[in-house]
Nanobody
Framework: QVQLVESGGGSVQTGGSLTLTCEAS????????WGWFRQAPGQEREGVAA???????TYADSVQGRFNISKDSAKNTVYLQMNSLKPEDTAMYYC?????????????????WGQGTQVTVSS
């Protein structure tokens, strides 16, 4: 079993930055695909960014150029650096891990999830 714990959320103004951290414990696997998702009230959970075994990253169009996902495999930790934040980025952000065989942005591709960390961007 794998446990994921997110941290780093908070409240910022438009244009601000935050870095989210996801720490994994338990039976971690270097072959995991890691993803960040977000869910705003009344909306579906959407994929934000993902990083694969080789360190290649991919992003949703809405965050491309503003967000950066990275990982430190030695620390079993994944990061999401978020810059130029907008009010529409406001959501609960979740870390996920698993063996993704299909589309990275589909939540059912992931096996493990954290509890989430809230990000609020005010105008």
């Amino acid at each position: 079993q794998v446990q994921l714990v997110e941290s780093g959320g908070g409240s910022v103004q438009t244009g601000g930055s935050l870095t989210l951290t996801c720490e994994a414990s338990g039976y971690t696997n270097a072959d995991y695909y890691w993803g960040w998702f977000r869910q705003a009230p009344g909306q579906e959970r959407e994929g934000v960014a993902a990083i694969d075994v080789d360190g290649s990253s991919t992003y949703a169009d809405s965050v491309q150029g503003r967000f950066n996902i990275s990982k430190d495999s030695a620390k079993n930790t994944v990061y999401l650096q978020m810059n130029s934040l907008k009010p529409e980025d406001t959501a609960m952000y979740y870390c996920a891990a698993g063996w993704v065989s299909g589309t990275w942005s589909r939540s059912n591709e992931y096996n493990y999830w954290g509890q989430g960390t809230q990000v609020t961007v005010s105008s």
